[in-house]
């Protein structure tokens, strides 16, 4: 594996004329912004790059990545700066960081909307909604919207219009060689396949495309919680309906702590919960009889799903991954939520370490299983779940028990489960295996020789890296 990084010393000349290129600064450290610049959502990561570009254009980007490669230096991209692995920033080397470049112009029309790569989930929804459009993504507003997109991305209606990637209508690029081009299915077809789930190993996007569908502002959603004693029958009665569910519905079950919010009884507060976070995104005049098998399971300790804005909904629960927390995640892919898979689950979910971990799966299928299997490198369309196991904590002096008790989560539940795992998902130390799992041998083998096209040398490694064949 190519290493992470590796220290660079930068002499005056040098940084010089990488800010006489450059419209946007280039930041040393110990320089004003400099630290907060290289901080990052995962509070596990701590690095200190040798120079951080702030581009405000494509110009800025083919001049960063020039400068990297005459002067041998790692480059480490960030977008929303999200990601849980936190490869947005190096230890020494170049971070070109997109932050600045976050403009969302949407042209109703076309039903299209173009999208810089520092925007988040918040800007994209609140643009395109102003116009009674959207795309799907994505949980938490502040995710970024790079990040997500070139991972595959799937959200709350993805069942409705399937995923992020699905309705990417066209990337720009710069790639390994500093040249800016154009990815679409008819310009560079090959490597717009690759770009639509492979990650950021091909290139630096500096713009997307979207496709836009019609929804309405207002949506009924929210979540409905029960005590997690009763978590064990209620997960397979919401599987069993999801079965069933038209694409409108999607439903996410997470088993947490309760956090002190009003909607919940004070009784349960700081107690291990199950929250169903559910949503009916068609015709407000079938959202009530589409939510109610859902809501009629049980005996709910809150029920609070209302008719709300569909960006309210998008950000309900962004307190729940703020910044600044240590974060540690391990996913899964599961064809069923039945049988033992849910009693493994909920035992582990009892052995929660601290208040803020938690276990989350996404109900799938709809759209995402009717495109074709060949049509991305995003193989899992078939799966009914998606599982995320987040170890979430703030002392140091927990890493070792929290990280372990997400390990063993994923070894229990590993017998249930696909295999493979969503490349968003993977934390920064499961190394190539896990790599190749998100994708399949055959897949893989495809982005292999993507990569080997346009870049042979792998200098964007910083990512979940699919080597060159020239590097294996």
Known sequence: MTPLSHRARLSSPQVA?????????????????YDAARTIWNAM????PAVIVQARGAEDVMAAVRFAREHDLAVAVRGGGHN???LAVCEGGLMLDLST?????VDPRRRIARVDPGALLADLDRETQAHGLVTPGGFISSTGVAGLTLGGGFGYLSRRFGLTVDNLRAVELVSAGAERLRATDDEHAELFWGLRGGGGNFGVATAFEFALHDQPPEVLAGPVVHDAADAPELLRRVAEVMREAPDEVACLPVLRHAPPKPFIPEAFHGELILLLAMIHSGDPAHSEAALAPLRRIGRPIADVVARRPYVEFQSMFDATADAGARNYWKGHYLDQLTGEAVDVLCERA????GKEASIGMLSLGGEIARRPAASSPYPHRQAAWVLNIQARWRNPEEDRRQIDWARDTFTAMAPFTTGGVYVNFISGDEGEARVRAAYGEDVHARLVALKTRWDPDNLFHLNQNIPPASAS
């Open 45 to 48: 990561i701590d690095r200190h």
């Open 350 to 353: 009892r052995r929660m370490p």
């Open 17 to 33: 004329s990488l800010r006489d290129a450059l419209h946007g600064p280039a930041l040393l450290p110990g320089e004003p912004g």
């Open 101 to 105: 470049m976050a403009a969302v112009r």
């Open 84 to 86: 849980v692995a936190g």
